[in-house]
């Protein structure tokens, strides 16, 4: 083992990964078996192992034949002297050797490794001066003889994977591991922006190129990771700048990997020092950092960028659209992810005033929550056009609320419709100028309209608001499902209780800690987080009955999913509630505040066990208060010894008492609709009191 290998350590949910099981048999052998490595770091909440002592361990246990390929390759990464982001770039630059100068690569791993790190050197900045340009960001990679076991390895990965798709998993793992140290654009946002701002909107006055290709350049300021600048198709040229270093290098590669466009990188403040100030480009897509009063407000007040007026100390972001203007060439077009704020705050009308008047800004687009974080809040798309000198500007600007598009969905299965509504109405928009009015979704607003004392572009305040409960048709058809609904509940209505017959003497009584440690079930505790993209159930899904709305945190860790037959419990709250998992919310992720019960369907039946966790006076004896909030001890939950027939005639009870539940709430759902559709109808005139 090298020296950068011996130091490696992996947490819980590596070792799991090194042995092909789930985080809880890693507990388990952590408790069962005195001889499993000792932590040496991490916390004690989440601890860390060695590599070299699980690997002796595994082995010797016959749980590990060989360390796959890939955790190999990420514990070189994590273990690197310099930190995971060097030995992601060294490994980075390695693989675009490996991929265009695969010949050179093969003679250089046929050497010594201080041979080797020798005659890397100059391939090396070859490789990434073609790629890159002069004076790029990664002219300073240091290489040493303990560095090359990790680039070989990294070498023998991308003949497994491809060198771009090797890249992608090692990059994913670091920020997998990171979840709170970057912002991230996620991939289908990228995807939404980079059509709106894309080739078919903006190429066709571009000159044409020697082969015929019209050339397309765009610019990120704020390019993070180069998630934006990866969605673009057909770019021939990509201009990345990031304050952090790492980014920029990072992303330098992975843009690198991902195609063949020219790519140029900088490692700087933007607003600061902008280092493409000569540049200008076809487009500019940008996540910019959010709410910050310390982007150069004192320094910058005469900068030539600020074409439409000087934005105020709290308007950072209004700083950002100016300088993707400023980078503009004319009819190139800028989208930039803004928080909803920017569209209302009185701080920043004139600003927002100047753009309308001279048809820069084009469309604002409200997308649903969750889109991208902050996650609770629903931010906006800001599209602007660079205009042209004499040009008359647009008599109206589009704006776009889909939040009606993703109600009642998750939104990772809503957002096709969503991404499909925005670009659809773009692109009408942009053809013509003109659009269809869609109620409640999208309209072309006159600019004068807007052009008052707050010029407010929040979308959902300008936009007709969509017929009351869809109009009396609706309203007709869920009078209908109504009466169905409350005839289901009538006839799922409990028969009369019935005192027991031989009295009221109990069976004996177990707790849920005695079921899981004798092995009868498994108590999971909901994080809301992992890797993966499954959707999360929350609290306030199991408390009412609908399917999982929350969005996954990423974390290194392998998620427990749920399956047909598993309790859901909440634990803060108070409240007396347990719900059996069936096949609509299955495959779904725990969110923090909930426990996971999965019982052997030999030893309990799920039913029962829900309906006996329900019991108000069981939830008592196992609350605790602290501060304002009570929580439950989901160990401390009683219910009694009964053969699997006896757990079986009370589940099906439960059961009965379960369906004639959701009636009611579904009842409850349905009156509150129509109740509603019928106030609105009779105020905007759409129904009529007759």
């Known amino acids: 083992m090298s020296e950068e290998n011996a130091a490696a350590e992996v947490t819980a949910a590596e070792v799991a990964r090194l042995a092909g099981v789930g985080r809880a048999a890693v507990s388990n052998w952590r408790r069962r078996h005195a001889d499993f490595p000792k932590p040496v770091g991490g916390t004690e909440t989440s601890p860390s192992f060695s590599l070299d002592e699980v690997e002796h361990w595994l082995r010797a246990q016959g749980k590990l034949a060989e360390v796959p390929l890939r955790e190999r390759v990420w514990q070189q990464i994590t273990a690197h ?47 990434l001066g073609a790629r890159l340009g002069p004076g790029h960001a990664l002219a300073e990679i240091p290489l040493s003889p303990a560095t090359m076991p990790l680039l070989r390895a990294a070498a023998e990965l991308a003949a497994e994977l491809g060198a771009r798709q090797a890249f992608e998993f090692l990059l994913g793992r670091h920020l997998d591991a990171n979840p709170r140290q970057y912002t ?22 571009g000159s044409t190129g020697a082969a015929g290709a019209a050339p397309f350049k765009v610019l990120d300021p704020a390019c993070g990771t180069g998630t934006l600048l990866r969605a673009v198709p057909g770019a021939t040229a990509l201009y990345a700048q990031d304050s952090a270093p790492e980014l920029a290098a990072l992303a330098a590669l992975r843009l690198a990997l991902n195609g063949t466009p020219q790519v140029r990188a900088a490692a700087a403040d933007s607003l600061r020092a902008d280092a493409f100030a000569p540049d200008t480009v076809d487009a500019v897509l940008c996540h910019p950092p959010f709410n910050e009063r310390g982007w150069g407000h004192e320094e910058l007040a005469y900068d030539p960028r600020w074409e439409y007026g000087f934005p105020a100390r709290t308007e950072s972001e209004l700083a950002w659209v100016q300088h993707a203007l400023a980078h ?8 930039l992810l803004m928080p909803p704020a920017v569209a209302a705050r009185r701080s920043g009308r004139r600003i927002r005033a100047d753009l309308l008047r001279r048809g820069a800004l084009r469309a604002v687009v409200a997308l649903p929550a969750g889109a991208a974080p902050p996650y609770g809040i629903p931010l906006h798309l800001w599209v602007l056009r660079r205009p042209a000198p004499h040009a008359a500007p647009p008599a109206g600007l589009l704006l776009i609320d889909t939040a009606a598009l993703a109600a009642d969905t998750p939104l990772r299965t809503a957002w096709p419709a969503v991404h499909g509504a925005v670009e659809d109405a773009w692109s009408a928009y942009d053809r013509t100028g003109s659009l269809a009015q869609a109620p409640g979704v999208s309209r072309v607003v006159p600019v004068i309209e807007l052009l008052d004392d707050d010029v407010d572009l929040t ?14 048709a609706e309203l007709t058809a869920v009078r209908e499902k109504l009466g169905e609904t409350l005839g289901r509940a009538a006839r799922l209505t409990p028969p009369p209780a019935a005192a027991p017959a031989g009295g ?20 999971h505790t909901g994080t809301g987080g992992g890797t993966g993209s499954a959707p999360v159930l929350t609290e306030q899904d199991v408390y009412t009955g609908s399917g999982p709305s929350g969005t996954l945190v990423p974390t290194a860790d392998e998620p427990v ?78 219910l009694p010894r009964l053969p699997l027939a006896q757990q079986q005639s009370y589940g099906l009870r439960f059961r009965a ?34």
Not at 184 to 205: E, I, Q, V, W, Y
Not at 328 to 335: D, I, K, M, S, Y
Not at 663 to 671: E, I, N, Q, T
């Open 184 to 205: 991230l654009t996620p991939d289908g946002l990228a995807g939404l922006m980079a059509a709106l701002a894309g080739p078919a909107s903006g190429a066709s006055a």
């Open 657 to 690: 008492l379960a369906e004639f539940e959701d009636a009611l709430r579904l009842a409850g759902r349905l009156g509150e609709q129509l109740v509603q559709g019928f106030h609105d109808g009779l105020s905007d005139g759409t129904v009529t009191p007759e």
């Open 328 to 335: 503009l060439r004319e009819g190139g077009t800028a989208v």
């Open 504 to 523: 009221t003497a109990r069976p004996p009584m177990t707790t849920v800690g005695e079921l899981a440690r004798a092995g009868a079930l498994e108590l």
């Open 561 to 638: 999913l749920t399956a047909p037959g598993d309790v859901l419990v909440p634990l803060v709250g108070g409240a007396a509630i347990a719900r059996v998992v069936d096949d609509a919310v299955a495959g779904a992720v725990p969110g923090r505040g909930l426990a996971l019960l999965r019982p052997d369907p030999d030893a309990l039946d799920p039913w029962f066990l829900a309906g006996f966790l329900r019991g108000t006076a069981n939830t008592r004896r196992a609350s605790s208060h602290a501060s304002t909030a009570t929580r439950l001890d989901v160990r401390r939950l009683q």
């Open 459 to 472: 979308p959902a305040r300008h936009l007709p608001p969509p017929a009351a409960g869809g109009g009396p």
């Open 81 to 127: 002297p310099g930190g995971a982001v060097t030995a992601l770039v060294k490994a980075g630059g390695a693989l675009l050797v490996v991929r265009d100068r695969p010949a050179d690569w093969l003679e250089l791993t046929a050497v010594s490794d201080a041979r080797m790190s020798t005659l890397l050197r100059p391939v090396l900045d070859q490789v």
